[in-house]
């Protein structure tokens, strides 16, 4: 029997590690992407009961697409595909720099774009295709730090209606009675795992600072894009896996507050 099949763009490493294993878990079949974490991306798919790796840098053009119709070329089950590679580089609204902004924008906006249209493009499925873009609470509970990051996932986030709308039409022209149809969707975290320079302590004061004041887990995202990729909810919606940070406003980056708190603290 051929499993279902899910790509996870960073899929080595942190939550796309964590989202891999659920799935494999699940009894789907793993590809696992990644651009320098071979190591990882080898030792998690010997871990998995079916995963395979594939490396690929999105930012080149050429490349995505081969491993895209290298993919729809190789996968008979093709349901889902997770966009959680992302590049998270400091700069700030009042230094913004040019070199960071590029990279995020490509890597973090205009790779998951394009990936999207080729796995929809050529992808073949005996159920819903699935597309899932992992954003950032960022969206809704913005601050100056990491600008050219909180940038590119609000142009990420742009891409989930855009995407809905357009396979919407496309699966009406095709099979207006088919249930199946194509679904594009959103997950935002918040803070999940240490990030930047944090240190365990301000990591675990920083990911406390939502409107529940608890942790929220990676295995929580992974839930979500396991719900997700049943097809059951509205295709263009965004799930805040955030314990409420997004309800909040805050006027830095979660690290900073935690430091500053675990600065007066001491």
Request: charged share 20%; hydrophobic share 45%.
């Amino acid at each position: 029997m051929t499993l279902p099949a899910i790509l996870i763009t960073g899929g080595a490493t942190r939550i796309g590690a964590q989202i891999a294993t659920a799935f494999a878990d699940r009894g789907w079949h793993v590809v696992i992407h990644y651009r320098s974490s071979a190591d990882a991306a080898k030792e998690l798919a010997a871990r998995l009961a079916s995963a395979r790796t594939v490396q690929c840098d999105l930012a080149d053009d050429g490349a995505r697409s081969a491993m895209m119709r290298a993919l729809a070329d190789e996968l008979t089950d093709w349901r889902c595909l997770i966009n959680s590679a992302s590049v998270f580089r400091y700069d700030d609204a009042d230094r913004l720099d040019p070199a960071i902004y590029r990279e995020a924008m490509d890597v973090n906006a205009l790779a998951p774009m394009m990936v999207a249209q080729d796995y929809f493009a050529g992808a073949t499925s005996t159920g819903v295709r699935c597309v899932v873009q992992v954003t950032d609470m960022k969206l809704v509970n913005p601050n100056p730090d990491f600008a050219s990051y909180t940038m590119s996932k609000h142009a990420l986030s742009a891409t989930i209606p855009v995407l809905a709308m357009a396979r919407s039409a496309a699966g009406q022209q095709s099979d207006p009675a088919s249930d199946h149809g194509d679904r594009v969707y959103g997950i935002a975290p918040g803070a999940i795992l240490p990030s930047h320079d944090q240190d365990p302590e301000e990591t675990e004061i920083s990911h406390r600072l939502n409107l529940l004041r608890r942790k929220t887990g990676p295995d929580e995202i992974a839930d979500a894009a396991l719900f997700l990729s049943s097809g059951a909810l509205k295709s263009g919606s965004t799930l805040f896996i955030d314990s409420g940070q997004h309800l909040l406003s805050q006027d830095r980056d979660v690290i900073w507050l935690a430091r500053e708190m675990a600065g007066s603290a001491a």
